[in-house]
């Protein structure tokens, strides 16, 4: 059976979770090793007055309470944002300072003041209520509409009003003008609903100093351990580089939570140093809901104009984005340029025009979580094409398909430049196996059934593997966006590949290594991948965005590059032909039409024997590669979905679920699907079951899986996937990226496809049956009364 | 959780000593509550008294009356063949409870003895006008249920049983919270030889209760369409961030309705 | 809040006799994963709903975040790691493997121990394991990567290659 591009190769890396014997962080357990507990504001915006620790420290095995002012007394810096983004009017963001553990003020309910570090967790944690510390509450701003009002409480002092940026994207005379001379204006409003992303690992770190050698070790739940060590040295001054190693070992889902470098990794790192101890903390899922970056949570309001014969005109996008109590690492830029560079969708649209103001509230800080800002461009332009066609009295699908791009490259009015697709060609996919044409007569018996059936599309695009690093830089970020590899030949022939990349549930053990596979010829088997420790490999920028295929493996293919070039010269130098004639090829170097050749484990060893190389060729085959990605790529399908409501108590059932994803080109269709099936799960769980809610004080209503609706295996369908591939020509493999398109597309088609069924578009996410029911019930009522 | 010292009395007499002599001891039954309450620091108790030794264990049908033992399962319940005989809406609703795993542990006496008022237990007792027996009496289900998370149990009184005559036809219709599961409305019906209960759960602001209108509506017609008609009152129901209480006063319609079809 | 106290626990744990002195609030979780180091069962909630920490207490599923080892002295437990048999993987384990029912593994194990119970019953009473039986048997454990839909997929298989195997074994044992 193949094992290389296209195969549907198991998994290598399952033997080691399928036997419990995986290696998470929590697992992990130091020599000397103290637990650590967080003291955390119960309020969501208050003064910190005072902290009594002395009954805590008086508790039998508490080892120390840490408090903030000990933390910035010792140099330890705030937490940033890696994104700068700029106002309308020229300003720069208004970033207000994070400490690790807060000093004078508290901003959101979790929002930790110190840490208790103790011989065990349970001591760790009673000692943590212990710590009597003295608050002066103030009034909250909670909700970012609201916390732009005049008379707001105000968050941090530095930005005034609450208001992190006023950003604009676009042209917008041009855009009021295209929209006041249009035949049609759909104007809608849309919330795109707060989410807790809930890898099921939760957050955790060990973190060991060693004095003798001046040096930190820290275990962590991380997605991109280098970048974690970049700015723990860079920017929280923890330690240099050079002696900090951060380990991201087996990692439960991350899902864009496990980006960020949060305050318990900073303040473990600093504790071990203070206590002279291991110092371990595993977060629960309570800590998880009060303190991982939450997703989404915007106010939009749409408006999209079409000539007479139906072609779009221009966009006009208002959103406010709730940032949170403080601006997360890449916050800034995921209601911006992850965000408003998408408003053109599929669609030809000659003018558009986005403003995003980012709001400060007392609320958990607001991040980049699965899909990251193009979730929210895609529900917006999805659902007002629905709402289009529907205001218009057309098909939904041809409605769409007129206005399609259809020809690459494509430069929108929003920075991007599309560089491949086929979206007729995705729609006519998922038509096709959704069977669109038998869709009245299952409505009609559904009807019969007293059931009410609907079906909604969602043609979607995104961009991922964000590149290349001269572009996101001029742009504002902080850091580059490349990618490397190292690809080590040993002499007898193995191959290790050394990646920047992280896999938290990817399988990257399995896709990174049918790439080397296939290109050397090499069993699989030989083939293994070193990842997710900054000592091992040399520097990389991890796994978010859909960026570990069409970077993370383009970097493994540049390096691959260098090995081949190398290996020819010495197999011509050996074979006495030239280099031009070599070829490898089922795990053999020869000599093109003739029966000279090697095996590749010879060339191996004669790259480390070093007893007959090409003249001042150095031994040792080993390469490595920084890639870094000419442009973003374009993953886009077709999502169909179909659903059927109970009228009595608006219980929806999707029924079908049909997605056609162009990706490029696929490498393992098994991770492919597994990738779609979670992300679309994702997209349903935000489209019928998930909403963070926060009362009016601020306070976390659904902190724990009793009132967060996790999606479970009953509340999801089966899926059919189909994949229409134009091969993405801005890497070397023509990979687009699969990881968050799932969650991209998969909301406004369950969303569309519940208003077709109740007949009304007066319906926000999360769509559960109490809200369908009295979408059902505010719509009948006026009908009963004509 | 906070420490606590555990025992496990090989009796009912040595339960309530136990008990008695404990600062502040709570019984562990199944702790499929319990444990989580305690685990978050919302309880916590200086003694645990395990009631899983102390013989309390078993389904016996004797005519047409039936005894559940107070620490039997959940899963005991929902398989007993006994009971799917005598009582199926009971299996049923007990096969509904939680999740399998939870269902191994979770036992009728602990869920009856919390009355969480999202808890199913507490429907099918009140509506099969079942006995709640304990080591110092007998209770009606009528007078046992006094509030959200409140019973008539004096301190340190065990359930041993819960006693029903077997109805001439029951069912349970639940609708679960979308995030926890537990029941969001759910609505027992039974029908015996002296008339119709209805009892309703999770949506109650003080916990389960009998529906008088449904009882009256089914008593003369023991069909789902007899209750087309019949309006249910907000009133004294339960509204969060998940149903308001026109929701649930929605539920309990449809739900009693589809209980009553179930039912047959 | 009051003094605790320690009692001796003693199971046997995948095959093995093992005791420790535990406090009594030990957590059945905690006493494999600390005190025993099995660390294949995980812990994602704490509000017994994610189904990681799945293990068979007596031959049943049951969640080891919410039951007191002590309370279980004297029983028999299988975790995660004590499945598979000789170098043999079990049956549910391979097919997770075959069918992608796994991405990050950290609700697999629970997942895998769940799938095994019920087909276990399943089979114990005669009842034909249908997907949407599987769907509504995993309403305790919460995945999520997968989507759930090859997890039905590898659980299906697994009750096939279950059932066959049992039913090899009846024919090798007349």
């Not at chain 3, 039986?133 to 298989?157: F, M, P, S």
């Amino acid at each position: 059976m193949s094992t290389g591009i296209g195969a549907r190769v198991k998994r290598k890396e399952d033997k080691r979770f399928i036997t419990g014997k995986g290696k998470y962080t929590d697992d992990i357990r130091m020599e000397n090793q103290a637990y650590a507990a967080f003291v955390r504001s119960p309020h969501a915006h208050a003064m910190v007055k005072g902290i009594d620790k002395s009954a805590a420290l008086a508790m039998d095995g508490v080892i120390d309470v840490l408090d903030g002012h000990q933390l910035t007394g010792d140099g330890i810096g705030n937490l940033i944002c890696g994104w700068a983004i700029t106002s309308r009017d020229g300003s720069p963001m208004n970033m207000g300072a994070w400490s690790a553990l807060a000093t004078d003020k508290v901003r959101y309910v979790g929002d930790s003041v110190a840490v208790v570090i103790a011989e065990s967790q349970a001591i760790a944690r009673q000692a943590a209520e212990m710590v009597i510390v003295d608050y002066d509450e103030l009034s909250a701003a909670v909700f970012a509409d609201k916390a732009l009002e005049s008379d707001a409480p105000q968050v941090h002092d530095n930005a005034p009003g609450n208001l992190i940026f006023d950003w604009i994207i676009g042209e917008e005379e041009a855009t009021n003008d295209a929209l006041a001379s249009s035949a049609h204006v759909i104007d809608v409003d849309l919330t795109n609903n707060r989410l807790s992303p809930n890898p099921m690992e939760p957050r955790a770190a060990v973190a060991t100093f060693d004095e003798a050698e001046d040096h930190y070790t820290l275990y962590t739940t991380s997605q991109n351990p280098h970048v974690a060590r970049l700015v723990l040295s860079a920017f929280y001054q923890v330690a240099p580089e050079h002696k900090l190693r951060v380990i991201a070992p087996d990692v439960g889902g991350g899902f864009g939570s496990k980006i960020y470098i949060y305050p318990e990794e900073i303040t473990c790192l600093w504790a071990s140093m203070k206590t002279q101890r291991s110092v371990k903390w595993t977060g629960d899922r309570s800590e998880a809901f009060m303190t991982d970056a939450h997703g989404r949570d915007h106010i939009s309001n749409v408006k999209l104009g079409f000539d007479a014969n139906h072609k779009i005109t221009g966009l006009k996008v208002e959103t406010i984005a709730n940032l949170g109590a403080y601006m997360s690492l890449f916050s800034s830029v995921t209601p911006t340029y992850l965000h408003a560079t998408l408003y053109s969708g599929q669609y030809v649209i000659p003018n558009i025009f986005g403003n995003v103001k980012a709001v400060y509230t007392n609320t958990v800080p607001v991040d980049a979580y699965r899909g990251a800002g193009r979730p929210e461009a895609c529900y917006m332009i999805e659902r007002v094409m629905e709402v289009a066609a529907r205001q218009l009295g057309v098909d939904p699908a041809e409605l769409r398909r007129k206005n399609f791009i259809n020809e690459f490259p494509y430069q929108t009015p929003v920075i991007l430049t599309y560089d491949a697709g086929d979206f007729d060609g995705n729609l006519d996919k998922a038509k096709a196996a959704a069977d669109v044409a038998g869709f009245a007569a299952r409505k009609a018996e559904a009807a019969s059934r007293g059931k009410l059936r609907g079906l909604g599309y969602s043609c979607y695009i995104e961009a991922c593997g964000i590149a290349p690093s001269a572009a996101v830089g001029s742009l504002g970020s902080g850091v580059g966006l490349w990618e490397s590899a190292e690809v080590r030949v040993n002499p007898v022939g193995t191959i290790e590949v050394l990646t920047g990349s992280h896999s938290h549930g990817q399988g990257h053990e399995t896709t990174f290594c049918q790439i080397v596979s296939e290109r050397f010829g090499v069993p699989i088997e030989n083939v293994s991948i070193v990842h997710g420790d900054t000592d091992k490999v040399q520097f990389g920028m991890g796994t978010y965005g859909s960026r570990s295929g069409a970077v993370g493996m383009s970097a493994i293919v540049k390096a691959m590059d260098k090995v081949e070039a190398k290996v020819k010269k010495i197999a011509a130098h050996q074979l006495e032909a030239s280099e031009d004639d070599i070829v490898i090829e089922g795990g053999e170097v020869m000599v093109k039409g003739t029966d000279k050749k090697l095996a590749w484990h010879e060339i191996g060893l004669a790259a480390y024997t070093a007893h007959n190389l090409p003249p001042n060729m150095e031994p040792g085959l080993k390469e490595g590669a920084f890639y870094d990605p000419s442009n973003f790529t374009f993953p886009a399908g077709c999502y169909i979905a179909e659903v059927e409501v109970d009228p009595q108590t608006g219980v929806t059932e999707i029924v079908q679920f049909t997605a056609a994803d162009d990706f490029g080109t696929i490498i393992n269709p098994m991770i492919v699907e597994g990738q779609v099936h979670g992300g679309v799960a994702q997209g349903i769980g935000q489209a019928m079951l998930e909403e963070v809610v926060y009362d009016d004080d601020g306070q976390l209503i659904t902190g724990s899986y009793m009132d967060y609706a996790m999606p479970r295996a009953d509340d999801l369908p089966f899926y059919t996937i189909e994949h229409n591939t134009t091969v993405c020509p801005s890497n070397p493999l023509g990979i687009k990226g699969c990881g968050e398109a799932g969650a991209i597309g998969a909301p406004p088609a369950v969303i569309n496809a519940i208003t077709d069924a109740i007949g009304t578009d007066e319906l926000s996410m999360p769509a559960t049956p109490q809200k369908v029911w009295m979408a059902i019930q505010a719509n009948a009522v006026p009908q009963a009364a004509e | 959780m906070y420490q606590a010292t555990y025992h496990k009395p090989s009796s009912v007499d040595a339960a309530a000593a136990a008990i008695a002599g404990s600062e502040d001891g709570t019984f562990l039954a199944g702790g499929q509550t319990l444990l989580p309450t305690m685990k978050q620091h919302l309880a916590a108790p200086s003694d645990l008294i395990d009631l899983r030794g102390v013989g309390l264990s078993g389904i016996t049908v004797d005519g047409s009356t039936v005894t559940v033992g107070a620490t039997t399962t959940h899963a005991e319940v929902a398989n007993s063949a006994a009971l799917a005989s005598a009582c199926p809406g009971l299996a049923k609703l007990a096969g509904g409870i939680g999740d399998p795993a939870v269902r191994h542990m979770g036992t009728i006496g602990g869920s009856i003895a919390n009355n969480d008022p999202a808890a199913d237990y507490p429907s099918a007792v009140l509506a099969l006008g079942a006995t709640i027996i304990t080591n110092t009496r007998e209770i009606a289900a009528d007078e046992f249920f006094t509030g959200m998370f409140s019973t008539a149990l004096d301190e340190g009184e065990i359930i041993t049983a819960v006693r029903f005559e077997a109805p001439e036809s029951s069912a349970y219709a639940k609708f679960p919270n979308p995030a926890s599961r537990y029941a969001m409305t759910g609505v027992f019906v039974a029908k015996t030889g002296s008339g119709v209960r209805v009892a309703v759960t999770g949506a109650g602001s003080d916990g389960v209760f009998r529906h008088a209108e449904m009882e009256v509506a089914l008593a003369s017609s023991w069909s789902a369409s007899a209750l087309d008609d019949l309006d249910v009152s907000e009133d004294g129901l339960l509204s969060d961030i998940h149903a308001s209480a026109a929701y649930r006063a929605n539920l309990i319609k449809v739900m009693a309705q589809r209980a009553v079809a179930a039912a047959g | 809040m009051t003094q605790g106290n320690n009692t001796q626990v003693s199971m046997i744990v995948n095959g093995k006799a093992v005791t420790r002195d535990v406090p009594d609030t030990t957590l059945l979780s905690e006493f494999l994963r600390e005190e025993l180091r099995l660390t294949g069962t995980h812990v994602g909630c704490d509000t017994s709903q994610c189904g990681a920490c799945v293990v068979h207490l007596d031959g049943k599923s049951v969640k080891a975040c919410t039951s007191l080892a002590v309370a279980h002295s004297g029983s028999d437990v299988t975790t995660i790691e004590g499945i598979a048999s000789g170098g043999q993987l079990h049956p549910m384990q391979e097919a997770f493997n075959e069918h992608h029912g796994l991405q990050c593994g950290f609700c697999t194990t629970g997942m895998i121990m769940t799938g095994i119970d019920m087909v276990n019953r399943y089979q114990a009473e005669g009842k034909a394991l249908t997907s949407e039986a599987i769907l509504q048997e995993l309403e305790g454990n919460i995945c999520r990567c997968t989507g759930y839909h090859n997890i039905v997929k590898a659980i299906e298989d697994a009750a096939a290659r279950m059932g066959g195997r049992s039913a090899d074994m009846a024919v090798a044992a007349e």
